[in-house]
């Protein structure tokens, strides 16, 4: 059974940078099958897609966030992270680390979310 | 960018009732079109994928239907357990985008 599990700090300043980590067990990061994407949801509010990453180190961001945002890959760990930086308050949200199927181009496994708080 | 609109934004309904919800996009879309459920606290659980591919696991009462800028979600006769937000959410060329969601309360 494919899990999903994000960690990092609850709490980050304003300014400085949200570093999130999502490990994945049950499957393997390096498959082509899939995109490793983070979700987030503000409190109260929708779900807000904000990039993803692929096997082969490729990456693809929210356009509006672009220029803060980097998701990155460590096979060896069966993870994938998130940083993103120059944080404001309109970041709090949970993020939700999800894996999205290429065929189909749906999230079918996600984490269970974490509160950041800026 | 593609918007997708859903409606109604909170729906009131009965043990029993079928229930539609409907995902209007801003133009024609492709079939990538999928729908979640998701309870308070938890993560979204998918439902549908492919406009109307039922996911491994989730009851037949659970349909989706459509084409074009319109597609629907269906619960032909609504579960304790369904009582949740319903998001249906769209894929093009690299980007994803989700309704803003479909409050199902109990009547």
């Known amino acids: 059974q494919v899990q999903l599990q994000e960690s990092g700090p609850g709490l980050v300043k304003a300014s400085q940078t949200l570093s999130l980590t999502c490990s994945v067990s049950?499957?393997?990061?390096?498959?082509?099958?899939?995109?490793w994407s983070w979700i987030r949801q503000h409190p109260g509010k929708g779900l807000e897609w904000i990039g993803f990453i692929y096997y082969s180190g490729s990456t693809y961001y929210k356009a509006s966030l672009k220029s803060r945002l980097t998701i990155s890959l460590d096979t060896s760990k069966n993870q994938f992270s998130l940083n993103l930086s120059s944080v404001t308050a309109a970041d709090t949200a949970v993020y939700f680390c999800?894996?999205?199927?290429?065929?189909?181009?749906?999230?079918?496994?996600w984490g269970q979310g974490i509160l950041v708080t800026v | 960018d593609i918007q997708m609109t859903q409606s109604p934004s909170t729906l009131s309904a009965s043990v029993g009732d079928r229930v539609t919800i409907t995902c209007r996009a801003s133009?024609?879309?492709?079939?990538?079109l999928a729908w979640y459920q998701q309870k308070p606290g938890k993560a979204p659980k998918l439902l549908i994928y492919?406009?109307?591919s039922l996911e491994t696991g989730v009851p037949s009462r659970f349909s989706g239907s459509g084409s074009g800028t319109d597609f629907t979600l269906t619960i032909s006769s609504l579960q304790p357990d369904d009582f949740a937000t319903y998001y249906c959410?769209?894929?093009?060329?690299?980007?994803?985008?989700f309704g803003q969601g479909t409050k199902v309360e109990i009547k």
């Open positions: 049950g499957g393997s990061i390096s498959s082509d099958t899939y995109y």
């Open positions: 959410q769209h894929y093009d060329t690299y980007s994803w985008t």
């Open positions: 133009r024609s879309i492709s079939i990538w």
């Open positions: 492919k406009t109307s």
């Open positions: 999800a894996r999205g199927v290429r065929r189909g181009y749906h999230f079918d496994y």
